[in-house]
């Protein structure tokens, strides 16, 4: 069956896109005639975000299982070598919402192209000056630049891509892609750490953002609608970079010399300049935050917990690798085996989560994903065995995709259409928020428990049910709000 079609300069364009905007300086690249009449031209723009979201999170996956390898080769404590992990974090923190914000007046497909480049640059530099801790924590921050530009605009340009009907599906889809992508780091991460130099494990990611690169300039079609350009909100992304970085310093840095001064005042600078976030957006000509996005209950429900689940979340792939190898005496590539448990949850439920939120509320889903996970994370702080503890982990992941996909839903359907790059952007600061403080919260209980020589790693876990008991009472409130 054709589509319908609108034409402007007798060029002919689906309907439900409409003709390309007409962006100041450089132009998007248009994709060919022959993509752009396929029948499956929106799945095929599905795909190419979804590159990009596994190229996004492998990195991510590769770390929190090389941990203990850093620790060993570059000499230094986990408290100082975290910040390998900490601080892409710190960078995505302080850029997300205003590539977001950029990507609403230059055209999300040309920051979200460029996005790739940039990763591309700093991930070779990485590998390149893996030997150097300081410089290659500056080379992975380089590398976060990129995945700002892509993260910022991923689920933008889902929702800009795909008929109304279909934005569920594709938005699970990409959600399992996130989750393949963490699946594949640990795995091949803990393969080439047992044979490669660790230096390579930083080019794992490279591959697949070509390959993503490629597939955006060719099925991505290009921005239809934009707002008038304005003044770059430096002062917000400073103002979010020191709120991160004084918050997680603060907790990485109790862990090592406690709560003294120095750990007070990182903690003070952080609340301060998060605190002072609001009257600096208040007198911004293009605020990057944007209190309108809040005004919605369930936005603002919904972002709570995408913060609280990837605090969770990412705690424990931190955590995982040194549990099961203090705990049962598992190697390198097991404990990378046992980090992708969640991830493969994850890849199962997020493609089905469409399906299952047509036929169940959305408060329903956050209550239960909320209370499996909690549940889920006691069983593991006490599981006998790591058969067990992989069967909680895959569990977690099943309710993280219900979550994730249903947080993401309404959170896009409930802002303007103006405002969706930077609803974007906002949904991924959200994860990568709770992501940097989950790691920081599980580096700082295992530092912790090493410093008081423990024999398990137990209590880090049990650490992280703080967390998800306070989702089960935001996402129990939040129904009762709706």
Known sequence: MQRDRCKTDDVSYPDYLGAPADLPGRAERARPARIREFKYAEWLAVTAVCLGAVMSQIDNGVITVAYPTLVEKLHRPLSEVVWIGLAPFVVMVATLLLF?????????????????VIFLIGDFAAAAMAHHFALLVIARSVSALGVAMVQANSVALITASVREHQRTTALGIQAASQAIGLAIG???????????PYRFIFLISAPVALAALVASVLFLPRTRSVLERAPLDIAGSLVLALASAGLLGGLTLAAKTGWNGPTLGFIAIGISATMALFG?????????????????????????????????????????????????????????????AIPIGLAIMAPLSGFVRRRISAGWLQRLSMTTIALALVGI????????????????????????????????????????????????????????????????????????????????????????????????FASRRA
Request: charged share 15%.
């Open 280 to 340: 600096v957006e208040r007198h911004a000509k293009a605020p990057i935050f944007s209190p309108r996005l809040f005004k919605l209950v369930k936005v603002r429900f919904s972002i709570a917990l995408l913060v609280l689940t990837y605090i969770s979340f990412f705690g424990l792939l931190v955590s995982i690798p040194f549990f099961v190898k203090k705990d049962f005496g598992a190697s390198v590539v097991h404990a990378s085996e046992a980090t992708m």
């Open 381 to 476: 702080s006490v599981a006998p065995n790591g058969k067990i503890v992989a069967g909680l982990l895959i569990l977690i992941g099943l309710a993280i995709g219900v979550a994730n996909t249903t947080n993401n839903a309404a959170i896009m359907e409930g802002v303007h259409l103006d405002d969706r790059g930077l609803a974007s952007g906002t949904l991924n600061l959200a994860r990568a928020a709770g992501s940097a403080i989950g790691m920081a919260v599980a580096t700082s209980a295992m530092v912790v428990l090493e410093h008081s020589h423990a024999s398990s790693n137990r209590a880090a876990i049990a650490t992280l049910v703080l967390p998800a008991g306070i989702a089960v009472i935001v996402a129990i």
């Open 100 to 116: 977001g914000r950029r990507a609403d007046t230059l055209g999300r497909k040309r920051v979200y192209v460029d996005g790739f």
């Open 186 to 196: 640990p795995f091949v991460g803990g393969l080439l750490i047992g044979h490669m």
